[in-house]
């Protein structure tokens, strides 16, 4: 279990860590924070705003990384946040004997506090966070899904027939116009098929596909620009489809809109990871990897998982929920709008009515 998957559990669960360190917590001040000293790994601090700066590890089994840990510990202690400031080892239990008397050692010599923690505890206590964090907003909610559709504003593509032939219903050859291909192939066909459904836009209806009332003002609201430029797929949203499409997803109707879940799950995805990593290259880290697949309960392999939180991230960005910052690194950064803080809210809520009218007991009518 590598550090950054070992902080990132211990940090969703204060109460643990804070019996690993003997420490009450009343607040993380901060974590990964830069300094003229080194990046210090989180700092808490307790009611009477004592603060704690950790120097987190795994096994410290070897002499480099003692030395590196024993370095850095003595840089932090030129910096602090608070007239009342501790300096602490968090180590692996694991750590061979010789080498925690070592730290022990250490510790008594330069005034640094030390604790240990159980990687073994700490691997079960990661798989019960992820459960937890993506179960507590209420009613569980099926796993994501992985369409090939890029952008929401390819909804114009399955959705130009209706204004082009001026009816409210069509035939599969007719709404199939856009897709004709030399194979006669369906595949890119049913990815817009399956989204435009999950946005609510037709019904299909013995083999008609039939608007609805979402769907009749889509595509009366689709821009002029479609008109006059060959890639349809091309043509941004207009806001009023984007407002649509904003109360289409917030409509509370979840069942089997796969879409719908996908971005219900990227919001929790920003949650949980503080929105500080989006993969951009299709290779990124394991550990970053573990993270997501262990909240979306998926096997994805990097590339596809890479892929999925990219077009989540796009449908986001497009109805105005997240900004990215954009960076030279291997990793992007996300951010909820106040919108999408609203939206995300509104999720919640939701879900968690649903769940309490599932739970509704009627024994007070005995």
Known sequence: M???LVQWTLLNNPSNLGEFLNFDISKIIGQEITTDFGRIDFVLSNSNNKHLVVELETELDSKSKLDYCF???LNYKNVKFSDLTDYC???AEETKSANRDKVKQFGKEHGILIHTYSLEKTKKLYNETVKRLSLNVGLALPNPKNYTICYLRWLNKIMKPFLDLGKNELTTKEIFMPFVNKKNSRTNFNCHERIALDF???KIIKSQYVLTNY????????SPYVNIINNVSSINLTNEQKRLLLKILTNGNWDDKVHKVNIYWFLRFI?????SWLPKKHDFELHKLEIARGLFSV???SRTMQEFLTWCSNYCLELGLIEKISSTSDYDQV????LGVDVNNIFSIDLTLKKSRMNLSFKYLD
């Not at 769907?215 to 689709?222: A, E, L, M, Q, T």
């Not at 951010?335 to 106040?338: A, D, S």
Request: proline content about 3%.
């Open 89 to 91: 080892i968090l180590y």
């Open 299 to 301: 096997s994805y392999k």
């Open 215 to 222: 769907g009749d003002f889509f595509v009366k609201n689709i």
């Open 335 to 338: 951010f909820l709008t106040p």
């Open 71 to 73: 370095n850095q510990t």
């Open 2 to 4: 590598v550090e950054s």
């Open 271 to 275: 949650e949980i990871t503080n929105g």
């Open 200 to 202: 609510e836009l037709f």
